[in-house]
């Protein structure tokens, strides 16, 4: 399974050429840096719907947003929290607001429609965007339509 993961298929370098990718780091509280990546598909013109990832990070995690923005048609932001002992709850879940309070500030320059954002995470995430949800919502800064659970690179394979 994991061979299958990160082996590519013909649908990536079909997705890869039509996705631009934009860089974009923010500064943490404590002057580290938190990683921003965001994919806009070719035909993103209109304010379309966007898709905030709480990503898993390295090449599978980036093919699997390539992926979701070319079949999708959507922009995809991927925010690389904070994990492990180096990043506890309280320091993943800030990571994950403030990814998400990027985008939807950046709403005119991604050209997104911000009452068609969504929450997506990999299964073993799924408390923390949940908590992302919640807090979102007791801060009414911002509207969020759905949270997605998304299981592996595989399952998506049969789209």
Excluded at 55 to 70: F, I, Q, W
Excluded at 105 to 119: E, G, I, M, N
């Amino acid at each position: 399974m994991i061979q299958a993961a990160i082996r590519p298929s013909p649908l990536d370098d079909d997705a890869r050429e039509g996705i631009r990718v934009m860089r974009h780091p923010i500064e943490r509280p404590d002057g580290s840096a938190l990683d921003l990546r965001a994919y806009l598909p070719a035909c993103w013109g209109t304010a379309r719907p966007a898709l905030c990832r709480l990503a898993a990070g390295g090449a599978a995690d980036d093919r699997l947003a390539r992926r979701l923005a070319a079949l999708l048609g959507c922009v995809v932001v991927s925010v690389d929290y904070a994990r492990g002992p180096d990043g506890p709850l309280p320091q993943a879940l800030d990571d994950c607001y403030a990814g998400l309070a990027w985008l939807h500030s950046q709403t005119a320059l991604l050209k997104v429609d911000p009452h068609r954002v969504a929450v997506a995470a990999p299964a073993r995430e799924g408390g923390l965007a949940l908590a992302l949800l919640r807090l979102a919502r007791r801060r009414r800064v911002f509207p969020i339509v759905c949270a997605l659970r998304i299981e592996t690179l595989d399952d998506l394979q049969s789209l």
